[in-house]
Every structure is written in C-alpha cells, then in structure tokens.
C-alpha cells in the first residue's frame, strides 16, 4: 500500500515540460550557474537580472537593453523584445536521447 507521503513524493519526481531541468550550453551555464535548470527557472532567473540591473527601457518597457552578460545568451543582440526571451533562450537548452 502507498501512503500519501509516497503518492505526494512521485508526484514531484515527475516534472514535465516547462517544469522539467534539462541540460544547458555553456553560455547560459555560466548566465545561471547550473549545469541543469528547467526552462521556467532560466526565464525567472533572467527576469529577475534584468530588474535588479534596471536593463528594461524606461520609454518602451517591453524593451531589454542587454548588456554584456545578456548579449552573451541572446545571439549578441542590443536589444530584446520582452517576447522574444523564450525564443532565444531554446536553442541553450540541450535535448537528451
């Protein structure tokens, strides 16, 4: 028999999706300082850097303005789009087999 502390152990063993850590390249490594971190967790950690830096413009608030750390991770460009966070961090994120 399974007790509820078992049900609720497997229960955050399973974690899917967006949820899910998986293996990063090497710039976004050293951006969060983890070898494994779920997709989820990578965009709260940049978010949270870019409102500590006070990197969004002051003008257009859905516009990043990266400094070197975040060119690192997003393809060397000036600027972000808020939007196109997600869409530039996929290709950091490693597939497993």
Not at 28 to 49: D, M, N, P, Q, T
Not at 50 to 65: A, D, F, N, P, T
Request: proline share 3%; hydrophobic share 40%.
């Amino acid at each position: 028999m399974t007790t509820q502390a078992d049900a609720a152990e497997s229960k955050e063993l399973r974690l899917y999706g967006i949820l899910r850590p998986m293996p990063v390249s090497d710039a976004l490594h050293k951006f969060v300082g983890a070898a494994h971190i779920s997709r989820a967790g990578a965009i709260r950690l940049i978010w949270h850097y870019i409102r500590c830096k006070g990197l969004q413009s002051r003008v257009y608030r859905r516009e990043i303005i990266c400094d070197e750390r975040l060119k690192s991770i997003f393809a060397g460009r000036d600027k972000v789009n808020r939007r196109e966070i997600t869409k530039l961090l996929f290709p950091h994120f490693l597939k497993t087999n």
